[in-house]
């Protein structure tokens, strides 16, 4: 096992600092391929081949890089990492500007995920300090949309995922637990086209698609069943265009989660029964990517027992737990590969101007990553 004396949460933190102070919401494609610059660069430092793949579907670039070699079939370590945030441009120098408070250190993706996503790298730094390499092959993949469900890397993802033996996410944790399992979810877009009017002289003859839209995303929340774990929420929302003009147009994004594959359908149907026309205005609905329910199978655990018991060497006891997050995770565990998530660091206020990391955590979880990668095999 390494030495402790190697680990330094100072050192891993002064690494996650410059990734944080580049912003990179989804949208922001120049904020995002800096991130992949940076961590191209990372590990180019490191000695891995780096290959870039151009964006498609108006998303950043996807970038790997490789040491060891290409894994063959069922060989090998993956890692996935994702880049993107939630949190727009301006909150860093906004409401959530780089702070540390006692154990928590606050800043925009900071826990999801970038802090997870650099402590992988500099555990792998470690291991080359200490003159020792990863028993396998070992890809990193970065991913550039996780944020919205990953519909430009998917089919990359689950390609490298089958060339792969283990799968280790980076996504955060939450007190120390590990994911083996996520719920599904589903994402929907929903458009209510109304008929024009003049708002002020003709209100009467008009119908309102945001009016109808408002009684619509009631409909969806309200099918709700947290008893069931079955979710409903909607995000996003616009229409509309001058106030003077009845609005025949409006548009609203839904998630959705469902924890087992009856209920995944269930959802489904229920979406698809909110579709049809009724007094002038008409509701469409339109499915948008899906993160397939992943449940923990014998792969997993088999990969969780080896970290627990790493872990436990290393002076901590490791849990274990399926979850309503969806990550990339879902893909590379729905696909019966061992996979294991939530091994980047822990803190709290994930999508959230509370978004923090406990500088506590980045030393056993780095250590525990660096053991991973020794002794995989």
Known sequence: MLSANLF???????????WVEVESPTTHLAGVNRMMDLAAADMRALGASIERVPGTGGYADVVLARLGG?????????????????????????????????????????????????????????????????RLPVTFMFVPDEEVGSPSSRTRIEAEAKRHKYVLVTEPCKNGVVVSGRFAFQRFWIAAH?????????????????????????RIEAMTDFERGMTFSV?????????????????????????????????????????????????????????PLWQAHAATMGLFEKARILAAEIGFELKHGSFGGGSDGNFTGALGRATLDGLGVDGGGAHTFEEHLLVSSLVPRCRLFAELLRTLN
């Open 194 to 218: 109304g008929r024009p009017a003049h708002a002020g002289a003709a209100n009467r003859s008009g119908r309102s698609a945001i009016r109808a839209m408002a009684r619509t995303i009631e």
């Open 70 to 134: 290409e894994p063959s079939s069922d060989a090998g370590i993956l890692i996935l990492s994702h880049l993107d945030t939630v949190h727009l441009p301006g909150t860093l120098h906004g409401r959530l500007p780089l702070r540390r408070d006692g154990d928590r250190y606050f800043g925009p993706g900071i826990y999801d995920m970038k802090g997870g996503c650099r402590l992988a790298i500099h555990a792998l730094g470690l291991l080359q300090k200490s003159e020792m390499t990863p």
């Open 235 to 291: 995000g996003r929302i616009h229409g509309g265009t001058f106030v003077n003009v009845m609005p025949i147009e409006c548009r609203a994004e839904v998630l959705t989660v469902a924890p087992t594959e009856a209920i995944f359908h269930e959802v489904a149907e229920r979406m698809r029964a909110i579709a049809g026309e009724s007094d002038g205005v008409r509701i469409v609905l339109e499915p948008g990517p899906v993160r």
């Open 8 to 18: 330094n949460a100072e050192e891993i933190l002064a690494g996650i600092l410059p």
